[in-house]
């Protein structure tokens, strides 16, 4: 444990934003195949078709968000890396709430 703290200390800011992009990626696929499977005996339907907005939602900004912060690890040291870090914040942020309330409205 303390070895891989301290090589996670030594990395730069440009691994730790390729992470933290992997691990949104990850999460966008999860949550909604996860809030799918919970959702699988109380499906919302309109007009006959199952209604997957809300999964599609989550799944839509956590992978903006994810991408963002992958482009900001690209940029890092120019002025685009501020907005690219706050926009993907921003995105990845509100598809994980937005996930995570998924699953406690399904539940």
């Known amino acids: 444990m303390v070895a891989l703290l301290k090589y996670l200390k030594k990395m730069n800011k440009k691994s730790w934003l390729t992470i933290i ?3 949104y990626f990850f999460v ?3 949550l909604p195949l996860w809030t ?3 959702n699988r005996n109380m499906e919302i339907f ?3 078709f199952p209604y997957f907005g809300p999964i599609i939602t989550s ?7 994810g ?3 992958f482009l900001a690890s690209k940029y890092s040291g120019s002025a685009k890396l501020k907005s690219l870090l706050v926009f993907g914040m921003v ?3 509100l598809g994980v709430f937005y ?3 998924l699953i406690f409205i399904t539940v």
Request: hydrophobic share 55%; net charge neutral.
């Open 99 to 101: 996930g995570i309330l």
């Open 67 to 69: 991408g963002l912060l």
């Open 59 to 65: 799944f839509v900004f956590c992978v903006l968000g």
């Open 28 to 30: 966008s696929l999860a």
């Open 46 to 48: 309109i007009n006959g």
């Open 91 to 93: 995105f990845s942020g």
């Open 36 to 38: 799918h499977y919970l």
């Open 21 to 23: 992009s992997l691990i």
